[in-house]
């Protein structure tokens, strides 16, 4: 009887000492919000310095690659209590939340869409990222699958999906976006796929509903700065381009009036987003540059 309590002694010391060393190494090595931070730099640099064929596979890794994850919460109710217990979490989990690599998706497609010097090459790889983001959307929360579908749409123009893009818009789940604002995009959407088949009359169609979107209350603070050239957007810069657009199609449909009008008006706004960029040499030097082109 003696020898078995002494052995059940040993164990429970055994136990108890092993429990203690756990502990304190997961303690070492619990999940912080420095640690998250840490390896949230570690793969941005990692893709950053990627080649290009080589970002789809390493994002899928990350995807379904799984680690060892450990942390501490405090029991309800002891927030206030310098002796609070703790409660030990431990699973295993992705590297990175899911949320974050969408970001990382959204990174990679503004980088293939700013490598202008290898544009036609890079186009597969914003539909490779197009593709892995789909899988990756039922896995984000709400707010990360929002931004992810913002960039998904950015991502369809630059492959000239412009269907895809459409079918995102009318779908009604990217919920950041009013309706003006889907009725708005998709007509410019549709324009674009009407200037490639050379169908001017349908492209000044939808060009037209997109300008009346963009004249909107709703517009009225517009402004947009591409990623990939840093050039600021103003509302007026964006209507004079589409109205330049409009009165180009009208004289190559014959209609000099049409032709005279939209180019009126595009000088309108040409000169409003001048005085609009005053302060910004890149953005002002652009727009004299287009209006130059244009004959304004």
Not at 10 to 21: F, I, P, Y
Request: with cysteine; net charge positive; hydrophobic share 40%.
């Amino acid at each position: 009887m003696k020898k078995a309590l002494i052995a059940i002694i040993v164990v429970l010391a055994a136990l108890a000492a092993g429990t203690s060393a756990f502990v304190y190494w997961a303690w070492q090595h619990r999940e912080t919000v420095e640690s998250r931070r840490d390896t949230r730099k570690a793969v941005s640099k990692e893709l950053r310095e990627m080649p290009s064929e080589k970002v789809l596979p390493h994002l899928e890794a990350l995807l379904s690659k799984k680690s060892l994850q450990v942390w501490f919460v405090k029991q309800p109710g002891q927030e206030e209590n310098p002796w609070h217990f703790w409660t030990l979490r431990v699973a295993s989990l992705t590297r990175v939340p899911y949320d974050y690599i969408g970001q990382l998706v959204e990174d990679q497609i503004i980088r293939f869409a700013g490598n202008d010097a290898d544009r036609k090459l890079e186009v597969p790889r914003i539909r490779e990222m197009l593709a892995f983001s789909e899988k990756l959307l039922p896995l984000c929360s709400e707010n990360g699958a929002n931004s992810l579908k913002e960039r998904r749409l950015d991502g369809y123009f630059l492959c000239g999906d412009f269907d895809g893009a459409i079918k995102l818009i009318e779908s009604g789940t990217v919920k950041t976006r009013t309706p003006l604002w889907c009725k708005g995009t998709a007509a410019k959407l549709r324009a674009h796929k009407a200037m490639e088949a050379n169908d001017y009359k349908e492209a000044v169609k939808q060009l037209l509903v997109f300008a009346e979107f963009m004249l909107s209350d709703e517009q009225k603070d517009f402004e947009d700065c591409d990623p990939t050239t840093g050039l600021l957007y103003s509302r007026e810069w964006v209507l004079a381009r589409n109205y330049m657009r409009c009165s180009n199609m009208s004289g190559k449909q014959g209609d000099a009036a049409k032709e005279a009008e939209f180019k009126a008006l595009a000088k309108k706004y040409f000169d409003s987003a001048v005085e609009k960029a005053k302060n910004d040499p890149r953005s002002l030097e652009a727009i004299k540059k287009e209006m130059k082109s244009a004959g304004l």
